[in-house]
C-alpha cells in the first residue's frame, strides 16, 4: 500500500464511501425485493410527470442501452409504462404503473429512514448532502455556491 499523502486522496475517499453506501443501499432494497438500478429509476419517475429516457439515464447513472434493458423489464414486472411524449412523438416517456407506486413508497420508507439513521450517526443536518452538490457543480465547471463554514 502506498505511503499515506499530506492531504486526502478526495476521489478515492468518494469512491469508497459510493461503494458502500450502495452496498448498504442494496441491502435495504432487497428487503423489498428491488435492486439500485430499479430504484433509482422507480424515483427517477416518482413524481408522476413522466420523463424521457435521457433523463433517466443521467439520472440512473447508466448508459441508455443498459437502462432500455433494465426498463424493459421493469415493464415486464408491471413496475413502469411508456407513453409516447404529446409534445414530441418521437421521445417516449416512462411513468410509474400502480405496482410501481406501491414499490416505490415501501422501499422509500426504508431507504429514507436507513439514510436517517446513517445521518444521525454522522451527526449531519442535511450539510454533507449540500457540500457533495457544491462538489460535483464545481467538478463540472458550474458556478457553484461558496460553502458555508461554521460558526464559532
Known amino acids: 500500500m502506498p505511503s499515506e499523502p499530506s492531504s ?5 475517499l468518494l469512491s469508497h464511501a459510493a461503494r458502500r453506501l450502495v452496498q448498504r443501499l442494496a441491502g435495504v432494497l432487497a428487503e423489498e425485493g428491488c435492486s439500485v438500478e430499479e430504484w433509482r429509476v422507480l424515483s427517477a419517475v416518482a413524481d408522476g410527470l413522466g420523463h424521457p429516457m435521457t433523463g433517466i439515464a ?11 434493458k433494465l426498463v424493459d423489464r421493469m ?42 439513521r446513517l445521518l444521525d450517526a454522522v ?14 457543480a464545481t467538478a463540472d465547471g458550474l458556478p457553484a455556491a461558496a460553502p458555508r463554514r461554521p460558526q464559532g
Open 123 to 136: 451527526d449531519d443536518q442535511g450539510e454533507l448532502a449540500r457540500l457533495l452538490s457544491v462538489l460535483t
Open 8 to 12: 486526502p486522496d478526495l476521489a478515492h
Open 58 to 68: 443521467e439520472h440512473v447513472l447508466m448508459p441508455a442501452p443498459s437502462l432500455t
Open 75 to 116: 415493464v415486464a414486472g408491471t413496475l413502469v409504462y411508456r407513453r409516447p411524449d404529446p409534445d414530441d412523438r418521437r421521445r417516449v416517456l416512462l411513468y410509474l404503473t400502480a405496482r410501481g407506486r406501491i414499490l416505490h413508497d415501501r422501499a422509500a420508507r426504508r431507504v429514507y429512514a436507513d439514510q436517517a
